[in-house]
């Protein structure tokens, strides 16, 4: 059995009318339809925004909370040629958001530099010990991007220095907002702005297109890099942002992402928003985790193609190297979540464990184990790390009121940055837990997958591929649809990348589907076998190989119930027989007591009624024919096992049989009649010659004859009876077993193996 990660949530779309004018208003397949229906778009205007995103859709960026005053005091300090200093964050929104800022204020002619905290000395937002050196440089007038609400302390320092500061964020608004002669925030409490759920670089993007009179376009696609790389809701303005900026990123890169995507081997003309989100958002990342993110923002802004192609290679060494510090910690990290199964929320700690990555590495765990998840590096008394949640979790909230256990804190309700003394996880741990219960997070509860729509295998085709590309640009809050197919089976299962990926064919009842299952290795070996009932969910993708296109499912999850199918059935019994690991199950007590004690150490021989004394087996081996199929159906509901083989031997057959008619019962009473006192025993062989029936047929005759009372037995003689009462010899118990018999073995030895899979099948559901 293998049992779904998730709770898979299927969609209730009810509305054919509504279909059918989406599919001739748009163009679009009734598929696109449904799911643009079930995710909440159930009117002409609102699907008719989504599937057509363009400029006029973008927000009035006056509209954001104090835009008009931002917008006034830059362009002053344009026009008296102040020395003005953009300050900004170590990740990729941070980079792109303070590429943007740059780039409009340098448009506009001002005396602009920039400046990126390293992570490792300066930390998250604010820093005094930086704005102290900047002041000492002459700046005259700072800007924030993608951070600066939590620097109330810092910003009153500059106050007081004379020095103004704008703020440009969209991280989580703490009670006490800095006294910053402007504060630009999509969300702030005074503002009404009709969309809170801007990056920080798309605010960059709104601050530059409100200094520009215009949307700035020239930077859409670093707006649209931010969005993604920071996991923002693709939905409202943030669709727009990121669609546009996509279309220019295919059409006209800029000289940084042309050789970035050159060097990572991606083609343009399929470029979307994973690529963004694998691609080029971890090659950037990587400057801000291991090296220094002000590399980043001069990278984004050069002109020259051979130094963009220079550093492009630099970034690909340190993105390898990103990779194999991931893969480390990660596989420690997991290894100590497993000691907190019975946790809510994980808080995990190790030594020597590179900062640069622990965003990553707790969002590895988050997959894996569904839990929101805090990875931290201990140095020294100190601990300092990521968080990443669940969709059901909001971290910020459940991290904000214990501020005075943290010496750092800043975040959102996805993912937040931290710092404590050792001495205080347990409190963290235990205020965590008390969060996660407060939220009606619990800990066995599964995260939740949506699926767009149950679909056979054949469905996986060029058109519908190219249909759902009306929903795209994918990512948080516009998933990548999610379908359901069941399999009848399933095969050419073979791992890949040293056994940590899979891939096989499912079968299904209209196609052949090819699946890939990053991460799913170590399940190969159970897949392997054939199951009773296999369902799996995952996304549509394009595969090109040697120039053919095939399509396949990138698997989200599976649900296999029931046990899985081995068919090992043998007519011959031998040693080698019970040469697996398994707990062999005997239906027959002559058969157990002789071939039981061939079982293997290792193994466990049982007798059927023992077996439903174990909690749970590995592979349950049914080695010999049960009475009826009531028996075996008891065996198979109430004895649970991962995998199920097929033995089912028998010494001596009968569906080969042959079964006797009328003429044989005639020719045996006839013969018996006139034959008295016939030493049945020492003649049997030449009897059944003598009447031309087999030898298992002629003992079949003897014993309904028996049952019938129209013969006797005594001391090995055998006599007709005379005048014997009439009765139906097909009704004799012996006959009926007989019959019984055969009819059990053509079901459990002589079907095919489908055949008797789904007869398993149905025996395990079957209501006693």
């Known amino acids: 059995m293998i049992s779904a990660r998730n709770k898979w949530v299927f969609p209730q779309v009810d509305r054919p009318d509504l279909i059918e004018e989406f599919t001739e ?49 830059i362009l002053a300090a344009i026009d008296a040629g ?14 792109t958001a303070t590429a943007i800022m740059t780039w409009a204020l340098e448009v506009l002619g001002a005396e602009v530099s920039y400046f990126v905290p390293d992570r490792f000395n300066d930390g998250y937002g604010p820093n005094l010990k930086q704005y102290q050196r900047l002041v000492d440089e002459g700046m005259q007038l700072l800007i924030t991007v993608d951070n600066g609400v939590s620097g109330f302390e810092e910003i009153a320092w500059l106050t007081e220095q004379k020095i103004d500061v704008v703020v440009t964020d969209h991280h989580e608004l703490p009670e006490q907002l800095p006294l910053a002669t402007a504060i630009v925030h999509p969300r702030h409490p005074e503002g009404a702005y009709p969309f809170g759920g801007l990056s920080g670089a798309g605010v960059a993007f709104k601050v530059a297109s409100a200094l520009l009179e215009a949307p700035a376009d020239e930077v859409l696609d670093l707006a649209a890099i931010g969005t993604i790389a920071d996991v923002m809701d693709l939905t409202d303005e943030n669709r727009t942002i990121t669609a546009l900026g996509l279309e220019n990123l295919r059409s006209d890169p800029r000289p940084a992402l042309a050789a970035l995507l050159q060097k990572a081997g991606i083609d343009l003309s399929k470029l979307d928003a994973a690529t963004v989100g694998f691609t080029i958002g971890p090659r950037l990342n990587s400057l801000g985790r291991l090296a220094n993110a002000n590399d980043g923002v001069q990278f984004l802004l050069m002109d020259e193609p051979g130094e963009a192609e220079t550093m492009a290679g630099q970034l690909e060494e340190l993105n390898t190297k990103r990779q194999a510090l991931v893969n480390t910690i990660s596989t420690e990290a997991l290894a100590q979540a497993a000691n907190f199964a019975d946790e809510p929320v994980l808080v ?27 990875v931290l590096n201990l140095q020294g008394q100190e601990l300092k790390g990521s968080a990443r949640s669940t969709a059901a979790f909001d971290l910020f909230a459940a991290l904000d009121p214990h501020r005075d256990l943290m010496l750092a804190f800043g ?17 963290l741990r235990m205020a965590l837990n008390q969060a996660a219960e407060s939220q009606g997070v619990a800990s066995a509860a599964l995260p939740e997958l949506r699926i767009a729509a149950e679909i056979g295998g054949r469905a996986f085709n060029r058109e519908n591929y190219e249909a759902l590309k009306a929903l795209a640009p994918f990512g948080q809050g516009n998933p990548e649809p999610l379908f359901a197919v069941n399999l009848t089976g399933v095969e050419n299962v ?15 009842r209209d196609a052949k589907l090819p699946i890939v299952a990053f991460g799913r290795g170590s399940m190969a070996d159970e897949l392997a076998g054939r199951f009773l009932e296999l369902q799996v969910v995952g996304t549509m993708s394009e595969n090109t190989f040697r120039g053919e296109v095939t399509y396949q499912m990138m698997l989200a999850d599976l649900n296999a119930t029931g046990s899985a199918f081995l068919d090992w059935r043998t007519t011959r019994l031998t040693v080698q027989t019970f040469n697996q690991n398994a707990s062999y199950i005997f239906f027959q007590k002559k058969m157990y007591e002789q071939a039981g004690k061939y079982v293997q150490a290792g193994s466990e021989a049982l007798w059927w009624e023992d077996a439903f004394n174990k909690t749970a087996l590995d592979t349950m081996a049914l080695v010999d024919l049960p009475d009826s ?40 009473y006839k013969f018996v009649s006139g034959h008295p006192n016939f030493a049945f025993k020492a003649q049997y062989d030449n009897l059944a010659k003598y009447l031309n029936i087999e030898r298992n047929t002629l003992t079949l005759i003897i014993q309904v004859f028996l049952e019938a009372k129209f013969v006797t037995i005594d001391n090995g003689f055998l006599n007709g009876v005379s005048n014997p009462a009439s009765v139906k010899l097909e009704e004799m118990p012996a006959y009926r077993k007989f019959l019984d018999q055969r009819q059990l073995e053509q079901q459990l030895i002589y079907s095919t193996t489908a055949e008797l899979e789904q007869l398993i099948a149905d025996l395990s559901k079957q209501e006693n």
């Open 629 to 668: 199929l009531e028996q075996l159906a008891e065996v198979l509901q109430f004895v649970p096992a991962k995998r199920l083989a097929a033995i089912f031997y028998s010494k001596q057959p009968r569906y080969l049989q042959q079964a006797p008619n009328r003429q044989d019962f005639s020719r045996f």
């Open 348 to 374: 995990l700690t190790g030594e020597g464990w590179h900062e640069g990555v622990l965003g990553i590495v707790a969002a590895k765990v988050v997959e894996q184990t569904g839990k929101p998840t805090l």
């Open 25 to 73: 208003a748009f163009g679009i397949s009734d598929l696109v339809a449904k799911i643009l229906i079930a995710r909440g778009y159930d009117d002409l205007e609102k699907a008719h925004t989504f599937l057509q995103p363009d400029e006029s859709q973008f927000h009035d960026p006056f509209a954001l909370h104090d835009m008009d005053k931002a917008i006034t005091r």
């Open 82 to 95: 102040e020395k003005i200093v953009v300050y900004g964050d170590y990740d990729v929104d941070g980079m």
């Open 411 to 427: 975040g959102h309700a996805a993912a937040a940055g931290l710092t404590l003394m050792v001495d205080k996880v347990p409190a």
């Open 494 to 508: 073979k791992t890949m990348s040293a056994g940590k990926h899979l891939r096989f064919t499912g079968q299904t």
